[in-house]
């Protein structure tokens, strides 16, 4: 699958992911299939927004990230709860 834009990985983000038993393939499967937006706020002068969307495996995870130039630069994530699980499925027709 060829995706529209490229993401801004490094070791920290990578690694804050991970505590969380987020792999760098999870993070991106949320954005490259079907996702709902869901807020954002400012930490300090950058805009992080919450995107919950499902892994190719059917994970429904939570993933804040910000957008950096043209890169999309996931920040941390969890998975979903049930609340945004519901969300996710209402929204893309699943329940």
């Known amino acids: 699958m060829s995706l529209d834009f490229e993401f801004d990985w490094d070791v920290h983000n990578l690694k804050h992911l991970a505590k969380h038993g ?4 999870d ?5 490259s299939g079907n996702h709902t937006l869901l807020e954002y706020q400012r ?3 950058e805009e992080r927004w919450l995107a919950v969307g499902a892994t190719r495996v059917g994970r429904i995870l939570e993933i804040v990230f910000a957008v950096r130039g043209e890169a999309i630069r996931p920040i ?3 998975p979903a709860s049930k609340e945004m699980s519901d969300v996710y499925a209402k929204e893309w027709g699943l329940e």
């Open 27 to 31: 993070a991106e499967d949320v954005f």
């Open 43 to 45: 930490e300090g002068d």
């Open 22 to 25: 987020i792999s760098r393939p």
């Open 76 to 78: 941390t994530g969890w």
